[in-house]
């Protein structure tokens, strides 16, 4: 997977910074407390969500099993369909691929479908280094394009900014980009989406190639899907004369049956809605579907890995894989509506991405080692998560791969892997805590000279222990041990019988 965002520090310096943006937390309370409610709503509508949820499960466990052989399947249909399919180990591999196809085409403009693979490996900068301009069309997208900014959020990336911040941003950057926002433009929903589609109609309507992700990938047909909400995609789909699919390789499902699930669960779990508005599916060429007018004349797809293979050989981790981008474990969590999406630097933020990123990254950098902490476990992600990704298992899995996952160095004839570094604290800690239960008699001196020096201790720890109580209360010692109170007040008779 490619870096994280340049520059980027931890996500406790992060998110410490950002809770101090008052307004940013208003954005980010406001907006996910309004999708949060909808969504229920809109799940409470199904008898059997509970069924679907387990079925999409099972669908998404079985094709991880089978992976190899439905890529295989996927591969041939899409050739027999008139694609090409293109296979990228990373990040660098995809770019290349890309910007080679387009290059190819002799243009140097490119519109693009909301994407979170092309996010991940960074397609957009590299495309820039090599001269060409790629122009997203997804609204929320487009605001963060021309704000300079990242998205903040898988659903609705431009989720930290308000309507005023997004009217003053069209004012100032659209006449950099094509078309100018109109004179007089106001932050009235309206007028905002309708200088978004006169900014972007001209764009459609003029790019040859488009460039797309895949919410699915139906094995059995070759067939891709794109599901969305403002008609944008069906644009880039349909219009251009070339389209590059970058599809990560988990997006995999066997059959159309299979889709039905996802149909229904998917955009209840996003939008809040019964289905989504655009569901666009694209198999091949129009020239490979006998001469229909309909779709690109080259269609090649990219087959993403970038370290997704690593991530599925984890028995524990590799649940992370069946996530279909709903976001609704966003919308819920506590730390994500305070710290927002930034903090995480990656393009996935919240619950999925603090145990995405470090898997399909590794935790070798500080930002990554930090996330499995960005939780405080409480569930709320599982229990909304429509594929049953136990999310607080696999943040809790990859703690201690960051507590055992120092570097590997030779001892003898074994290579063993030092613990990491930033944990000597903890690690002096739990092992004093082992020495003191397994002596009752020094466990009892301990406990009777922290009742006695109760008054001298501090209110929060000192050196690296301060960053655990940073955030919380140290709980007060009372005034005697317990088996001092209970050999004092019942001469230490068991009574329970």
Not at 152 to 177: C, K, Q, T, Y
Not at 220 to 241: A, Q, Y
Not at 463 to 477: E, F, H, I, K
């Amino acid at each position: 997977m490619s870096g994280t965002y340049l520059g980027m520090p931890a996500f406790p310096e992060a998110a410490r910074e950002a809770v101090r943006n008052t307004t940013l937390r208003g954005n980010l309370r406001h907006a996910t407390h309004t999708i949060r409610d909808k969504r229920a709503r809109a799940v409470a509508e199904l008898d059997d969500w509970a069924e679907l949820r387990e079925a999409g499960k099972r669908i998404k466990d079985h094709t991880l099993r089978h992976l190899d052989r439905y890529l295989v399947q996927v591969e041939e249909a899409v050739t027999a369909a008139g694609g090409t399919v293109h296979w990228a180990a990373d990040a660098d591999e995809a770019n290349e691929i890309v910007a080679r196809l387009v290059e190819e085409t002799g243009e140097s403009e490119v519109v693009k479908v909301k994407s979170m693979a092309t996010q991940e490996i960074g397609l957009n900068e590299a495309l820039e280094a090599r001269g060409i301009h790629a122009y997203e069309t997804d609204l929320a997208e487009l605001i963060v394009q021309l704000g300079k900014d990242r998205p903040s959020h898988i659903l609705v990336p431009a989720i930290h900014r308000n309507r005023g911040e997004i009217r003053d941003i069209f004012r100032s950057e659209m006449s950099e980009w094509g078309r100018p926002a109109p004179e007089g433009l106001t932050d009235t929903p309206a007028e905002l989406a309708e200088a978004a589609r006169l900014h972007l109609r001209e764009k459609f309507l003029r790019a040859k190639v488009g460039i797309s992700g895949a919410n699915f990938m139906i094995a059995e047909t070759g067939t891709l899907v794109v599901v969305e909400s403002e008609g944008n995609g069906r644009m880039c789909l349909t219009l251009p004369e070339t389209l590059i699919s970058v599809v990560g390789i988990e997006k995999i499902v066997p059959t159309w049956r299979d889709l039905e699930v996802f149909l229904q669960t998917l955009p209840r779990s996003s939008t809040a809605e019964r289905m989504n508005p655009y569901t666009s599916m694209w198999t091949g060429t129009s020239d490979g579907r006998a001469g229909e007018g309909d779709g690109p004349r080259a269609f090649h797809l990219v087959l993403l890995d970038n370290g997704r293979t690593d991530t599925l050989a984890d028995e524990v981790g590799r649940q992370a894989l069946r996530c279909i981008r709903c976001s609704a474990c966003l919308n819920v969590c506590p730390v994500y509506e305070r710290a927002g999406g930034h903090a995480y630097g990656s393009v996935y933020p919240g619950p999925i991405g603090a145990i995405l990123s470090p898997q399909l990254r590794g935790t070798g950098s500080e930002i990554d080692a930090s996330l499995p902490y960005a939780s405080s476990l409480c569930g709320a992600c599982y229990e909304v998560c429509p594929v049953a990704i136990d999310i607080p298992e696999v943040l809790v899995h990859l703690r201690e791969r960051v507590v055992q996952g120092g570097p590997a160095v030779r001892e003898g004839n074994r290579v063993v892997l030092k613990p990491a570094k930033g944990h000597a604290a903890e690690r002096a800690a739990m092992r004093a805590a082992r020495w003191a239960f397994t002596r009752p008699g020094a466990l009892r001196t301990g406990q009777r000279l922290a009742s006695r020096s109760r008054r001298l201790h501090p209110r929060t720890l000192p050196g690296p222990g301060r960053a655990w109580s940073g955030s919380r209360d140290l709980p007060p010692v009372p005034p005697e041990p317990f088996r001092d109170w209970w050999q004092r007040t019942h001469g230490g008779r068991d009574e329970a019988k």
